[in-house]
Structure formats: structure tokens, C-alpha cells
């Protein structure tokens, strides 16, 4: 059969026990470790440096690093296992997306942690001074990464938008509370543009320099908060613009949990994007068909061809907030019916609706296979 | 003189112990007696703060409520939490209420979502009948009036069953009305979600915006019998909220909960004053202008006490 569709998945999977309580200087149980050697034995790794390194009572630096490393591997491992197409490692040595990008920014100081929904949280960093780039922080994880497999690869990075969506502002916006006035709400808008334009070309346009220097050729620019203040989509876009141009890479955005209706017509000025990589699973319903009625959370993609959008779909397949397994047929479904909408199944890259994090190991391989089956279903049925 | 306090508005920002335990118990580190524990010792806290702030109405800080309707679906039949929606311009999402059959009030567990005790006033913060019918997904009612009706009854019961709780204030949030907006017949749907909860409950309930809202859906509310009415200063014209004319609370949104700048006094009493003599009220309660959820819990207290300056910059003037 030939595949004419490309899978990928989008970033993030759980890390660990091994991996987290190590890098918190915690004791590490028997279970821990024999998870470890567990999974090894079932993604083809020799666990025996890991567990050489995991039985250590107390770990250098250069341990942590090390560990760090394996972890990615094992993330990696588990993609490829799964049969996914375009790889990366579940941002394995990463801390959190904007955590680790404002970590790694000069000017922004963490105050606390902020709840995202349920019990999950992000740190949230205020910005003090003018943003600036200390080192391209993706760099090492990305060289690591490319000597570990032949797949291709997709990098994500955190976006200039959803950076200065997350952060406080206390150096554009200084201390002008107006407040019950008009006046204070333009002067906020003009401050966060000045922020935002700034994260992109003084953070996020030099680490994807670095990273297409070193041979990234797909960059995944992640901005989950393009549309949380619709009126800032042309913002967004500015800011994508100037974090991409002149760089020779591709480039793909991936937004969720969003309105994308507020995207259009606005995405039309986007100069370099080749792929726009939506959550849809999450918003649809779990009965197979491909007609409008039984798939409602893929009708936006109406939009895109309605518009005319150049460029593919990261279509989300699998829900990441739910242990639901899709079965491939549903996730069959879900392609032809964006194949349909699209009219080209290069059009359409399967995907889970966002990364894994939330998921178990095991939940989250079984979600990324599901894609892929469901995916070689679709292409059978187009054949 | 115009009696001033502060109120807590909606949900107060977890402890970093309480994040932490809530990520503990759901890796299963620690078990549901070490979370509650920790819950606690928050709660505790900020009823401490509150005490130090002067509040009336104490609020528990909705600090194990997962969003704002999840409890509903413990204690009133036919809610169930499906898809993980936005809230408004913010990072955080809830889970959308799936309405799938008639909604039936039973009271089930409401102590673990409302904490009381005989010695003080409680503050309830609960969501608007015409928030909840504008986001819930609806499989059983067919309409939105018909939707938001219902849950008005849900709401009477529970408040009802609050009041014997040491429940005195009751605040509902509907930051649908401000992001949103609303046309001429959701405008008179929630008049009447608010006249049939006054009628059945006799409650005294002040009715929170947030975001812009418009004059019309400001000047309504001023018509009804609701105790008060809550706006978002930072997003909404003093000039556009009408006068409360003596009979009415201001809960008068002055904190930014969405920056981490840390207000002014003076500034602050300056916007009180203005605010009592452009809209009238019969009190005002000082507050934020959404949940202070979104700035870590330094930050919140931090605001707080300035806020908490300011009433006493203003009282010293109005003596």
C-alpha cells in the first residue's frame, strides 16, 4: 500500500517516575526502576546505563543530564514504536512550554504557580526588563535528538504570542492603572503588542536560527492562545511573521482548545506557514460516519477551504484529555471526512489533538498507534 | 457615610503545598486524607486573611472546585463534564456541562464544596443561570430560556439548603454577559432567571459581571431586586454603569487579577470615591474584577492589602 499520508504527533508526553523524581532528588521505588527496565526491554533499549545511573544514591550533574538524555531516547523510541512518521522526543528535557522558554529568556522573573484547569498549573513568569536571548535553548536537546534516529523530525518551540499571552507585563505596561476608563484598556493593547513583537524578534526568531543552523528543516511553532483575545489575531500573526522571516525552514503553527473561527481571514497574511495543526477530537463526537452530521468537530475545517488557506491540516484524531481509545475505525473516519473537506489527502497530517502529557505511557502509545492505524485505514479506503 | 468592605470574587489562587499536593495525589503519591489536609490548612489561611482584610461575607476560596460547574455535577442529576472549553481570554478552561437529562437538584456532598461554620457569614459564589444555559451543551431542553429556568431552580434549592449553612451572600458570576454580550431577549431572560430566584429564595444576591458590559444589561440589572451588582472596572467606563440610586451594593471589580502588578492606594481610594459619588450605591464592596485565581497567591494577598489601605485612605475621609 502506498502511504500517502505523513503522521506526527505534536510534543509533550508524561514524563517518567524515573525521570521526574530523579530531577527532584527524590527516592526512587522498585516499581520505578523496574518500569524503567520494563519499558527498555519494550522499545529495543539496553536499560542497564539508565539503571546503573537510576541506583546511584546521589547523582552529579552530569548524572541528571545523562538521565535527561535516556529519557529522550525512550520518548523518541516510543513515537517510532507506535508508528508515527514525523518524530520528535515528548519534549523529554523540557520542564513545561512556557516554562521553558521564559526560563531560558533574559528579563523574566517567575512569581508562582497559576492553574491551567483541574490540577494542572503552569509557572507563570512576569516580564521585568526587555526580553532577551541568553542561548538557543532547544539547541542541544535538538542535536541529541537528530543522532538518536533517521525519521525526520518536527521541533516545537513555544510562540511569541502565546509567551507574552502567559507572562505578566510589568515593564511595557509600567504602573498605568486607569482604572474604569477607556484609556487604560488602549494602553494595555499598545504595551502587549511592543512585548509580544519583541519575544519574537529578540527570543524566538534567534533559537530557530540556531536550530535550522544546526539542520532543523520543520519548526512547529506552538501558540495554543492565538484566539483567547480574538481581536490579537492579527497580532499573532505580525508576531509569527517576525519570528520566521527569512529563515529557510518549514513552518507549521499549532493552536488548541481555541475558537478557530477567529483565525480568518486574518491566517491569510501568515507568509511562512505550511501546516496549521488543530485539536479536533476533543470537540467531536465518537460515533463513526463521514458525513457533516456525524463529525461536528471538523466542521471548521470548512473555513479553511472556504478562505482558501494554502498550506496542509495537522488534523487532531485522538483526544488527549481522555482515556477513551478511538478505535481505528473512528479514527478512519475522521481523516476521510477531513480528506473529503480538504480535497487532497496530502492535505492531511493525523494527529493527536495535542501533546500527551496528561496521559499514562501506555494510554498515550495506544492513542499515537491508533492514530497511525486509523490512518493506513483511511489510505486503504482511498486507495 | 457609605459603608466600604472587601469581598473575595470567585475562585482565590491555590498555596503552592496545595499544588503540589494535587499533583501528588494525582500521581497517587499521597492519598485523599493528606490532600484534604493540605485543602485545609489553605482554607484555614485564608480565612485568617479574610479576618486580617475585615471581610464580611467570607468566601472558602472554591479551592478544590475544579471549575466552576464541576460540583454541579455531584449534586444536581443530569450534568455531566464533557469537553474542555476556554474560559473567555484566559489560559485557564473548564469543562463544559453536558445537559442530558432534567436537572434535578439532590444536595448530594454539598459540604465537601462549601465550607461553614456558625461563627461567621458565608459568601456562596455560584455560576448565573444564563452563564450556565449560554455554555452547557444542551441535549434535553431544547432552548436556552428553558435551559437556564431549570437550572434557576437548581440554584434555588441549593441556596435554600445554604442558607441553613450560615450562607448569608450569594454571588453569581456571569462574565458571559460582558465577553459575549447579550441581545434584547437574553437581556429579559436573565431578568427573569433573577426574578424567580429572588422569588423562590428571598436571598440576598449580588449579581457579578465581568469584562464589558453593556449599558442595557446594567441599566436591567439596576431594575431588578438584587442586593448588588458586580463590574469589571478594568474593562468597563464608570460612565456606563448607571446609579444605584441608594438601594443597591456596588462589588466594584478595582483589582486587576489579571496582572501581577500590584495596585496603588491611593489610586485605588481615588476610584472608590469616584465610584460613590457617580453611581450611588447603597455600599460598596471592594473586590477584583474577575477571580484572583490568575496571579499566584503572594500577588493576591498583596492586592488585598492595598485594597484594604485604600478603604481605610477613603473611610478616614468620609468621618
Known amino acids: ?383 | 457615610m457609605i459603608p466600604l468592605s472587601i469581598e473575595l470574587n470567585g475562585t482565590f489562587p491555590r498555596s503552592e503545598a496545595l499544588v503540589s499536593a494535587t499533583r501528588d495525589f494525582d500521581r497517587k503519591r499521597i492519598g485523599e486524607d493528606e490532600l484534604r489536609r493540605i485543602l485545609l490548612k489553605q482554607q484555614d489561611s485564608l480565612v485568617q486573611f479574610q479576618e486580617k482584610l475585615g471581610v464580611i461575607n467570607f468566601s472558602d476560596g472554591l479551592l478544590n472546585w475544579q471549575d466552576l460547574f464541576r460540583p454541579f455535577s455531584v449534586f444536581c442529576q443530569g450534568i455531566k463534564p464533557v469537553t474542555l472549553t476556554r474560559f473567555a481570554d484566559t489560559n485557564t478552561f473548564f469543562r463544559q456541562p453536558s445537559v442530558s437529562a432534567k436537572l434535578q437538584y439532590t444536595g448530594q456532598g454539598i459540604s465537601d464544596f462549601f465550607r461553614s461554620s456558625a461563627d461567621k457569614k458565608w459568601k456562596a459564589t455560584l455560576p448565573a443561570p444564563f452563564y450556565f444555559a449560554r455554555v452547557a451543551e444542551d441535549k434535553h431542553y431544547g432552548s436556552i430560556k428553558k435551559l437556564a429556568l431549570a437550572f434557576t431552580d437548581v440554584l434555588a434549592d441549593l441556596i435554600i439548603d445554604l442558607t441553613k449553612k450560615s450562607y448569608k451572600s450569594f454571588q453569581l458570576i456571569d462574565p458571559y454577559l460582558g465577553y459575549w454580550g447579550a441581545n434584547r431577549s437574553e437581556i429579559l431572560l436573565v431578568k427573569e432567571t433573577i426574578g424567580r430566584l429572588i422569588e423562590k429564595t428571598k436571598a440576598s444576591i449580588i449579581y457579578q459581571t465581568s469584562f464589558n458590559c453593556s449599558v442595557d444589561a446594567l441599566k436591567m440589572l439596576a431594575e431588578t431586586d438584587l442586593d448588588g451588582i458586580g463590574i469589571d472596572f478594568f474593562n468597563t467606563d464608570i460612565n456606563a454603569v448607571p446609579s444605584l440610586g441608594g438601594r443597591k451594593a456596588l462589588s466594584a471589580g478595582c483589582l486587576d487579577s489579571r496582572t501581577s502588578l500590584v495596585e496603588d492606594p491611593k489610586t485605588l481610594a481615588q476610584f472608590i470615591e469616584q465610584a460613590i459619588k457617580k453611581i450611588k450605591p447603597r455600599e460598596l464592596k471592594a473586590t477584583a474584577n474577575l477571580d484572583l485565581q490568575y496571579v499566584p497567591v503572594p500577588i493576591a494577598q498583596s492586592k488585598l492589602l492595598k485594597l484594604q489601605a485604600a478603604i481605610k485612605l477613603v473611610n478616614n475621609k468620609q468621618k
Not at chain 1, 515528548?90 to 531560558?104: D, I
Open chain 1, 1 to 383: 500500500m502506498i502511504c500517502t499520508m505523513h503522521t506526527h504527533e505534536i510534543g509533550s508526553l508524561a514524563k517518567p517516575e524515573w525521570r521526574v523524581k530523579s530531577a527532584r532528588g527524590l527516592k526512587l521505588t522498585p516499581k520505578d526502576i523496574y518500569d524503567a527496565e520494563e519499558w527498555g526491554r519494550k522499545l529495543g533499549i539496553d536499560s542497564q546505563p539508565l539503571i546503573s545511573l537510576l541506583k546511584k544514591d546521589k547523582k552529579s550533574s552530569e548524572d541528571l543530564k545523562e538521565i535527561r538524555c535516556i529519557s529522550s531516547l525512550y520518548g523518541l523510541r516510543l513515537i517510532e514504536k507506535a508508528g508515527i512518521d514525523i518524530v520528535y522526543d515528548g519534549e523529554q528535557q523540557r520542564s513545561e512550554m512556557y516554562h521553558e522558554a521564559a526560563s531560558h529568556t533574559g528579563g523574566i522573573k517567575f512569581y508562582g504557580s497559576v492553574r491551567s484547569f483541574d490540577n494542572k498549573y503552569y509557572k507563570k513568569g512576569a516580564c521585568l526588563g526587555q526580553p532577551s536571548f541568553i542561548g538557543a535553548y532547544h539547541l542541544q536537546e535538538f542535536k541529541q535528538i537528530a543522532a538518536m534516529t533517521n525519521r525526520p523530525l518536527k521541533v516545537p518551540i513555544t510562540g511569541a504570542y502565546t509567551f507574552g499571552d502567559w507572562s505578566y507585563d510589568e515593564f511595557y505596561t509600567k504602573r498605568s492603572f486607569a482604572i474604569g476608563t477607556s484609556q487604560g484598556r488602549s494602553d494595555r493593547r499598545l504595551a502587549r503588542r511592543q512585548f509580544i513583537l519583541d519575544v519574537a524578534r529578540r527570543v524566538i526568531k534567534p533559537n530557530i536560527e540556531a536550530l535550522v543552523k544546526a539542520g532543523a528543516t520543520w519548526v512547529q511553532i506552538d501558540e495554543p492562545a492565538v484566539t483567547s483575545h480574538p481581536e490579537e489575531v492579527p497580532l499573532f500573526v505580525e508576531s509569527f511573521n517576525a519570528s520566521t522571516e527569512g529563515i529557510k525552514c518549514m513552518f507549521s503553527v499549532h493552536i488548541c482548545f481555541s475558537d478557530y473561527t477567529k483565525l480568518f481571514p486574518h491566517i491569510k497574511k501568515l507568509k511562512s506557514c505550511s501546516q496549521y495543526a488543530l485539536e479536533f477530537a476533543n470537540r467531536d463526537s465518537r460515533k463513526l460516519g463521514t458525513k457533516d452530521s456525524d463529525r461536528p468537530g471538523y466542521q471548521v475545517l470548512k473555513l479553511f477551504r472556504q478562505h482558501r488557506i494554502p498550506g496542509a491540516i495537522g488534523l487532531g484524531v485522538t483526544d488527549i484529555h481522555t482515556d477513551f481509545l478511538e478505535s481505528p475505525e473512528l479514527v478512519r473516519d475522521r481523516i476521510l471526512y477531513a480528506v473529503k473537506v480538504m480535497g487532497d489527502p496530502r492535505l492531511v497530517f493525523p494527529t493527536p489533538d495535542c501533546g500527551l502529557r496528561t496521559r499514562s505511557i501506555p494510554i498515550a502509545f495506544e492513542k499515537m498507534k491508533r492514530t497511525v492505524d486509523g490512518t493506513r485505514l483511511a489510505e486503504a479506503r482511498l486507495a
